[in-house]
């Protein structure tokens, strides 16, 4: 699709409100994990369940929707505009919280989380493509650095949020918290934003070109590879969130104080995604990547082995954390953009396809380490130095396999005269 940035309509909304709404946008899918996580325990309580570790399904059911979602939404959005798919997926969120206020089973629960997630699918998706039909280049890498400076604050801000709900009601007012944003974002939305996605320059829905882009996807192999890598890396990362509560609250005994050390990551996280953004023009993309996977391998290891010989303390494990998400945040956003490089052709297609099938490699990954939690750090840990692993000789493949097409097609020079 053509560029046409310069020629969108005339905007309503200033700069720092349109960079607010289009965080707040991306952000619901941060909001609808973290601020629930401090109730796991009183899910537990107050639902009956198999084992503990079911109440973990609660963050995998919405990543499962969320991966289904992102296939219909993408196509979607190209063809119909940003606004419906935007409202539409809002619209699906609530309904999906209604069912998961009134539930009286784990089963009904899990159903409502598995709806939210093909709800928030819309606002994720839509977000990203409406900074795309409003800005272009610099501009466009200037306004997502913004956007991305709010939400980062989300995760560090919503398990306090999630916290605060529960001093004054239960685990059920943390669903009407879910309403309340929502309704914010619908009104937002309808009375300040316009359709960014003129009609002339939207793409017919088709079973063909989805087909078309798939095959573009698994064809090729650096693709292929990243795309690979992102469900292992994410996979590993969802196992920490299922078991996050568990390894604070039960095994380190915090209490509250579970949302305090939970935010401190999320804003290391956040300050690895910054110095990315500064390092990744001088060291490159696949340089930066490949040290950081080292770093979580390395960082691993050692910890799976002290956690073999001595009695684990918080500060260590906070320490250990620390290391783990810094390097997250240097992996997540180069890895991503390396997949996306040689797709531009079929961009919005083949950005729902990675998406969508490293999400349902993540989710289930994370699912099984989350269920393997067993009082313990080495299902989480192992998880990490595992499929690190994995993912540090798929990148590597990668990187031979461009370097070897780099060589095998560049322009043979004509032969020099002899004299």
């Known amino acids: 699709m053509s560029d046409y940035s310069t020629h969108a309509p005339t905007s309503r909304i200033s700069t720092g409100e349109f960079t607010l709404l289009v965080a707040l946008l991306m952000s619901i899918v941060a909001i609808s994990i973290d601020a629930l996580l401090p109730a796991l325990d009183a899910i537990r309580a ?13 963050v995998s059911a919405l990543f499962f929707g969320m991966a289904i979602g992102q296939l219909i939404c993408g196509p979607l ?24 206020y009134f539930a009286t089973d784990i089963n009904t629960l899990l159903l409502g989380r598995f709806v939210q997630g093909l ?11 409406i900074v795309r039909d409003k800005y272009a280049g610099n501009d466009m890498a200037r306004i997502m650095s913004l956007v991305m400076m709010i939400f980062v604050m989300v995760p560090a801000l919503a398990p306090s949020l999630g916290q605060a709900v529960l001093w004054i009601g239960s685990w059920r007012d943390i669903f009407i918290l879910y309403v309340f944003y929502a309704l914010l974002i619908v009104v937002w939305i309808f009375c300040r934003l316009e359709e960014t996605l003129p009609k002339e320059h939207r793409i017919a829905m088709t079973t063909q070109g989805f087909a078309e882009g798939f095959k573009e996807v698994i064809s090729n192999v650096p693709t292929l590879c990243y795309m690979i890598c992102m469900g292992l890396f994410f996979g590993s990362f969802i196992g920490y969130l299922n078991s996050s509560q568990q390894i604070f609250q039960d095994l380190f005994k915090t209490g509250e104080l579970f949302t305090l050390y939970f935010g401190l990551l999320a804003i290391v996280f ?10 990744v023009q001088k060291w490159g993309m696949q340089h930066l990547s490949n040290r950081a996977v080292w770093g979580i391998i390395l960082s691993s290891a050692v910890f799976l082995a002290l956690h073999l010989v001595i009695e684990i303390q918080l500060w260590a494990f906070v320490l250990y954390a620390s290391v783990l998400f810094f390097c997250f945040g240097l992996v997540f956003g180069n890895i991503n953009a390396m997949a996306m490089e040689p797709m531009g052709h079929v961009a919005g297609i083949a950005a729902a396809i990675i998406g969508s099938v490293s999400s ?3 989710m289930s990954i994370g699912t099984v ?29 990668a990187q031979k396999y461009k370097e070897k097409y780099k060589e095998e097609h560049q322009p043979i020079a004509a032969p020099s005269e002899s004299v």
């Open 119 to 129: 709800g928030v699918s819309g606002p994720y998706v839509s977000a990203i493509s």
């Open 46 to 58: 107050d639902i009956a369940m198999s084992h503990p570790n079911q109440a973990q399904l609660v």
């Open 77 to 100: 959005s190209d063809a119909t505009g940003r606004k419906k798919v935007l409202n539409g997926g809002v619209a699906l969120f609530l309904v999906g919280t209604v069912i998961c």
């Open 270 to 279: 956040g300050a690895a995604s910054l110095v990315n953004s500064r390092l």
């Open 360 to 362: 349902i490699m993540s």
């Open 369 to 397: 380490i989350g269920l393997l939690y067993n009082g313990t750090l080495i299902p989480v840990t192992a998880g990490f130095l595992i499929f690190g692993s994995i993912s540090m000789v798929i990148l590597t493949f």
